[in-house]
């Protein structure tokens, strides 16, 4: 009898994923598995290949402690929820699915421009009911609503998702500037539905001066140490500038945000990452002038099947020759 290799997908796979590991002879777990009984679950069921998202850490105790595993993989870009070098030193393949999600992520940037400059996230919350008559107010104050259009976008990080935010923003009639550590230059492709495409030539500014000349800032930074947006940062901001963070939490310091927007300073921000996750600080929860989402960046049917269909792959490419 041929014993099939076992993938534990901890926090879901697409169907494209799991057919095409079953198609490659893997036997695919999708059990999900709490965070303090995986390093059992993976030695009591012989578990190959662990794949996550951004739920399921795999840290030092798990690589450490479970000698079965070959592989650890990533539905997504950012590592942060796995010791990645710790694992690469200890022999264990990790993989990830870098340029998966872009689209989708740079989709929800303008899902939550479009929210802020429309006031979405506080009139959904305040439709009149019948009889309501203490509406008219603040349907004025709806009613001061702003165009994307002629506006200019700062990207902070030009990397995959900065540069698909920029294609869609030019789209749009928008003004594109961008900072990063370390891109110097871009030329970014802006494909039409038709098949028609242009190539727009970037060349990126210093940080401080995205900040200056900004009507909104969206980022597209790694997780890192310390915050790349704090209260000096916003200083520097325009009066009225949009935030948008789809990137990671820890990259604004929340209070300096919360200030920010009571001041006036930001008019709006859009989160989908924050410091607390996955239940953020009340006062983010509750600020009228912040538009919510639960860390959905990648989360749309194509990228999910994108990003299962290419962890597949690269599993079994990766223990092709080691299958039993
Ligand atoms: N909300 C969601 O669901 C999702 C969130 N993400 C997040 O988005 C991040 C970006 O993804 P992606 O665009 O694919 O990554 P890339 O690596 O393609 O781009 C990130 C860019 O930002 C640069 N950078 C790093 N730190 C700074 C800084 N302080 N200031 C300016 N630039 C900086 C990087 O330089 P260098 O590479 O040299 O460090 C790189 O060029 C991911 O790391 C992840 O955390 C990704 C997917 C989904
Ligand atoms: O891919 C990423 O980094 C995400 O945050 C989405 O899971």
Do not use: W
Request: charged share 25%; glycine share 10%.
């Amino acid at each position: 009898m041929t014993i099939k290799m076992k993938v534990l997908a901890n926090d879901g796979i697409s169907k494209s994923g799991i057919k095409a590991l079953e198609k490659g002879g893997f036997e695919v777990i999708t059990t999900k598995v709490a965070q303090e009984q995986v390093a059992n679950y993976i030695n009591e069921h012989k578990v190959s290949v662990i794949l996550v998202r951004s739920a399921t850490k795999v840290r030092k105790d798990i690589i450490d402690n479970c000698p079965s595993l070959k592989i650890i993989g990533r539905g997504g870009v950012g590592m942060d929820n796995i010791d990645v070098d710790y694992a690469r030193e200890k022999g264990l393949h990790v993989i990830n699915t870098p340029a998966s999600s872009s689209e989708s992520v740079a989709e929800l940037v303008f899902a939550h421009l479009f929210t802020g400059v429309r006031f979405l996230q506080d009139s959904n919350r305040n439709m009149p009911l019948e009889g309501d008559t203490n509406f008219d107010g603040l349907k004025k104050a709806y009613a001061n609503g702003i165009e994307l259009r002629g506006k200019t976008l700062g990207i902070i990080g030009f990397g995959r998702i900065g540069q698909s935010v920029a294609k869609m923003a030019l789209g749009l009639g928008m003004k594109v500037i961008a900072a990063d550590k370390f891109v110097d230059n871009a030329e970014v492709k802006v494909d039409f539905y038709n098949g028609q495409f242009i190539n727009v030539e970037f060349i990126t500014e210093p940080m401080e001066d995205v900040f200056k000349h900004a009507d909104f800032i969206t980022l597209h930074v790694p997780a890192q140490e310390g915050y790349v947006i704090g209260k000096d940062e916003f200083l520097q901001m325009k009066d009225g500038v949009g935030i948008v963070n789809c990137a990671r939490g820890g990259v604004i310091d929340e209070v300096a945000l919360i200030e920010a927007l009571d001041s006036e300073k930001v008019l709006f921000a859009g989160l989908d990452v924050f410091e607390n996750e996955p239940t953020p600080e009340i006062q983010i929860l509750m600020h009228p002038k912040i538009s919510l989402t639960p860390h959905i960046g990648a989360a749309t049917l194509e990228a999910q099947d994108r990003i299962g269909t290419e962890l597949a792959e690269q599993v079994i490419s990766l223990l092709k020759a080691e299958k039993v």
